[in-house]
Every structure is written in C-alpha cells, then in structure tokens.
C-alpha cells in the first residue's frame, strides 16, 4: 500500500547532488545545524567532496574579557560578523579536556584555533604554569594535544597555526623560538599534524629578527609569515627548508598582514600623511612586487576624527574574499567594518571595554579532520 503524501519523506527522495546544491544556498550557521538531522546528513556534509561545496566565509570573531566584579572573571566570546542574533559558536570549550579558564586562544587558521591548556595546579618554581599547546575544531569539537617540543616552556612563546584544507587535512603549528633575551628569533619549530611530533629549524633569515608579535600571521601556499619590526614580512615553509624575507612597501612602524582570495595584503598608514590608510596586495608569492590596492583616510572612517592607526584603532582582521577590512575603536571596543568597494563604513556592535585580546576571525570548517581525544 502506498504512503499518503503528507507521511513520505521528502528529503529522501533527493540525491546527495541535489542536496549540496539545495545546502550550499544556505546560511552557513543552517548547515552545522543540519549535520544533526540524522547519520547519514552528517556523512553527506563532511564528505571531502561535497563539502567543497558547501559555504565556508567568515562568521565573526573569537575574542575574551576579564572583569573582577564577576564570577568567573575571565570568559571566552564569540560575536558574529552581522553584530546580530545567537553566536554562530557558542565558545565554552566544554569538550577541552581542562576548565575554561584555563584555555587561552592563540591563533586561528581556516576552521581550526590554536589554544593553551594550562595545567591546573601549583605553579612550579619559577613561577610559571605548564600548559600544552591544543588543536580543535569548535564546529565539529574535535581537538587533539600536542606533544611538548624541545623548547616548550611554562610561558607560551609564539605560536602560530597553519591549516589549508584544500590542499591536506593535516596541520601545522609553528614555534617561534627566542634568546634569552625574548627579543630575537633563532629558530623555529614545527609541528606536523602528519608525523605527530616537532622538528626544530635554526634561523635562516639572519641575525636581529625581531617579530611583532601583535599582529596576525598569514599561512598562504605552505609558507607561515609574520610581520617583522625591521619593515620586512618573514616566511618560511612547513618543512623548515625555504626561508625568505619580503620587504613591505612602506616603512612606517606599524602595518597588518592578511590574505584576501588567495594573495597577501599589507595594510598601514602612509609614509608622508600619518592619516592615511593603505592597503596593499602582493603581486607575485615569488618576488617583492606590492600594488597599491586602496587607499581611505582615517577622517572618514572615523567621522572627521583622525586617529592613529595601532594606538586609537586597530585592523584585526581582512575578510579572505571580499574587499573589507576589520577593526576595534575605543573604550566600548567598538568593532567595524570598512568595505573598500562601496567605501562603506559599518558599526557592528559594541564589545565592551574589558574585551581583550585576541580577535580572532573564524571561518567555519565541518569536516572531520581532528583525531580522537588523545
């Protein structure tokens, strides 16, 4: 006997192609939620190939505060780039193996975030706490902690995370290892997802770099760079191999490194008029051809006030396929977002002065890359 029409399921009726074309027309928050519908979606939806297809942009920003006057004082956030509805991730980290607290969120690469566990207990003697470097994935909540390396101490040193998931499902986290000093890189070390262990490089790119640690890094085409204080960016491959130095087109002492549609952007003020915003755009990975991609003044991002960029405001964020960029202002940690082709400036919400450090943009990643809890 044939079903009446209201009791067939529609959904099963469809192809998997249908399906994905029917998915990738939708919000990118709709489609996390639909890998709970049943087994088989979740499989359809994290399958390599389709999920290619599937929308992944930037959603919104990570980011914390600490306030005394509350309990617990320190918290983790998640706001959405529309500044509007439930965030798109609810950032409790529940599934990390330690309380979260003790997790701090060091960097984020293409649906992945790097963190640091802390240790919970005594700190040892010279005052520092343990911890262990940790890889997840909040949207589908699969971590995996990294081995020590050789040169992990009780302070988190700076570490950068590489993921791309068009070319491999593995990762790779970069150490930067210091002096005694703090000041001066001698080396790296590098860890593969794939091999599941450090290898440590010694320095190549000569003596006195120092990087600016407050800034983002960039990983494009298997090369980590970081912006230096010596007006160069510094780049090296995931095998420790290829070292380079690329100079930037401007030698003001702040600039903002990010990669929009697959090529490397420089952002910060011109040289002659402290006023002035400029984004640039790499040419060739293989040369040190920069472009002048845009230009606005701070006047009219701001309202006739002109500030100054890292001091009064700054860039957190360039969006990797559109032409916007995005940044924190004032007390209230306002955050916005300049769009270069309409010369659009938006407010997207109010942070609130005890937001913190870092901001770290996400853009979602449903696939099943992350081991097992280990």
Known sequence: ?????????????????????????????????????????????????HRKKLPHTLTGFFHHSWNGE????????????????????????????VPSDDVVLLDSCNGLLLCCCF???????DGDQPFHYAVCNPATEKWVMLPDGSWTSGDAHTARLGFDPAVSSHFHVVEYVVDESACCITGVEIYSSKTGSWRFKENEWGDDVML?????????????????????????????????????????DFGFIYQAQG??????????????????????????????????????LFRGKN??????????????????????YGWDRTLMAYEMDRKEVRVIRNLGHDSSEPFLPYVPWFSETLADKQ
């Open 119 to 125: 240790v919970p207990g005594p700190r040892e003697r």
């Open 212 to 252: 600016n640690q407050t800034t983002r890094s960039v990983f494009l085409n298997g090369f980590m760079h970081m912006l230096t204080f010596a007006e160069e960016i510094v780049v090296v491959d995931m095998e420790g191999e290829t070292w380079r130095a690329i100079p930037v087109p401007s030698d003001a």
């Open 1 to 49: 006997m044939e079903e009446p029409p209201e009791k067939r399921n529609t959904a099963a009726s469809l192809t998997d192609d249908l399906l994905i074309e029917i998915l990738r027309r939708l919000p990118v928050r709709s489609v996390c939620r639909f890998k709970c519908v049943s087994r088989s979606w979740r499989y359809l939806i994290s399958d390599p190939v």
């Open 307 to 328: 500030l100054r960029f890292f001091m009064d405001y700054k860039v957190i964020a360039g969006h990797p396929e559109y032409n916007l960029i995005y940044f924190i």
């Open 70 to 97: 509350r309990f617990p004082s320190s918290a983790h956030h998640f706001t959405n780039v529309t500044g509007k509805g439930a965030p798109f991730i609810f950032p409790s980290f529940s599934f990390l193996p």
């Open 263 to 300: 090529r490397l952007c420089f952002l910060n003020v011109n040289d002659a008029d402290a006023s002035k915003l400029s984004i640039w755009i790499l040419e060739d990975h293989g040369t040190s051809e920069w472009t002048l991609k845009h230009s606005v003044r701070t006047t009219f």
